[in-house]
């Protein structure tokens, strides 16, 4: 373990990603990428992170960085049949522990777990790297646990500051949905600007509350405010991807997914619009690209219960059984791109690689382990 930018961390690596977990909260970050003599670390790392917080400061907002796995997802304001879980979960919140580091045929693997209190059971985290790809491969292990389940990975990007840096791409859509409610209050000294409950079916017109439209493709845009939208995977996909192109760095990010046990993606826009303690108007050009079963970012109780999307047919929660262990498997990863290069129009999935399509012709051909998924 070494302590990294004020957390302590279990640190795992070969030549193509070097990358730490807090023991807190277990959370991925920072991660840095090898393409090539290019160096790339695309996660965000909470700018409070060698600060003194306030007692009661949730651990979740302590360690701050990367992606993390939440269990349930959400906010959690709301008891659950007697269960009140912290923001995100104990996976996002309690301290794992070291089981192993494994080498062996060009592989490193490193597992930790977490015994769950607030409903008892076991979670394994393995984080594997792969030689050659510049990719990061999770899978988190629920075990013991009986009963409806919210559940998701929460990646933040941080973006380069100028506007529209980054360019998203998604896999095919069934719905696009602005947060049902204002994200942010004023009186809190909160801000948001998308029309809460706007319905719609392209990122690159989203209603905002002045009837303009925003764009959600390119970013950072938007400075000062923060919103939330939710993106329906298609029944006919497959594998979900999510991509961000960066031209002027030199990458793309993409995440990897089975739609089947991470129905959605909660697109988090965060440009300054909390201006509250610790976030102080100061968290900015960071987009939160997270893959979950749930409604919204509400939490436990209200994904399990009946919703506005569980009655269009969209799943929010999952059924664990104390019997059969769920294996949640996701992909991380970074590829080079030229300037040229601006968005990402589908990824082809072959036999250990992918390739990403850009929107003008291009294609990248990288090493990915897609079998990872099972699907």
Same mark, same amino acid.
């Given at each position: ?118 409903? !008892? ?90 009837? !303009? ?87 436990? !109780? ?42 990402? !129009? ?30």
């Amino acid at each position: 373990m070494k302590k990294i930018l004020g957390q302590k961390s279990f640190v795992v690596r070969n030549r193509n990603v070097d990358a730490a977990v807090t023991e807190l909260g277990g959370h991925l970050g920072p991660v840095t990428f090898s393409l090539g003599k290019q160096k790339v670390a695309p996660f965000s790392v909470a700018p409070w992170w060698d600060e003194k917080l306030p007692a009661g400061t949730p651990a979740l907002l302590r360690a701050l960085r990367g992606d993390f796995f939440c269990l349930p997802f959400g906010g959690n304001g709301k008891a659950w049949r007697g269960e009140q879980h912290p923001p995100h979960g104990e996976t996002a919140n309690s301290k794992w522990k070291f089981e192993s580091l494994r080498r062996k045929s060009g592989e490193v693997c490193l597992e930790l777990s977490l015994k769950t209190k607030v409903r !008892a059971g076991r979670v394994s985290k393995r984080i594997r790297l792969v030689n050659g790809h510049s990719v990061v491969y999770q899978e988190h292990v629920v075990s013991g646990m009986e009963g409806s389940m919210s559940l998701g990975h929460h990646a933040m990007l941080k973006f380069p500051d100028r506007e529209g840096a980054g360019r998203l791409s998604t896999s095919k859509v069934a719905l696009g949905q602005v947060f049902v409610e204002p994200v942010e209050d004023p009186a809190q000294r909160g801000y948001s600007v998308l029309k809460p409950g706007a319905v719609f079916d392209d990122l690159e017109t989203v209603p905002d509350i002045t009837g !303009a439209t925003a764009d959600l493709t390119r970013y950072p845009a938007r400075r000062g405010f923060e919103d939330i939208v939710m993106l329906v995977a298609h029944p006919s996909v497959k594998i979900g991807w999510n991509a961000v192109a960066f031209p002027e760095e030199g990458y793309v990010w993409f995440a990897l997914r089975d739609p089947r046990v991470l129905a959605s993606t909660v697109l988090w826009i965060s440009n300054g619009g909390r201006h509250y303690a610790p976030w102080n108007g100061r968290h900015v050009n960071v987009m939160g690209v997270e893959d979950v079963t749930a409604w919204f970012h509400y939490g436990l !109780a209200q994904s399990a219960e009946a919703n506005p999307l569980s009655a269009l047919g969209c799943p929010t929660h999952r059924e664990l059984s104390a019997e059969k262990p769920l294996s949640v498997r996701y992909v991380m990863g970074v590829a080079p791109i030229g300037k040229r290069f601006e968005r990402v !129009a589908d990824i082809r999935f072959g036999d250990g690689t992918i390739t990403l399509e850009g929107e003008a012709g291009e294609s990248v051909k990288v090493p990915v382990d897609v079998k990872f998924l099972g699907v």
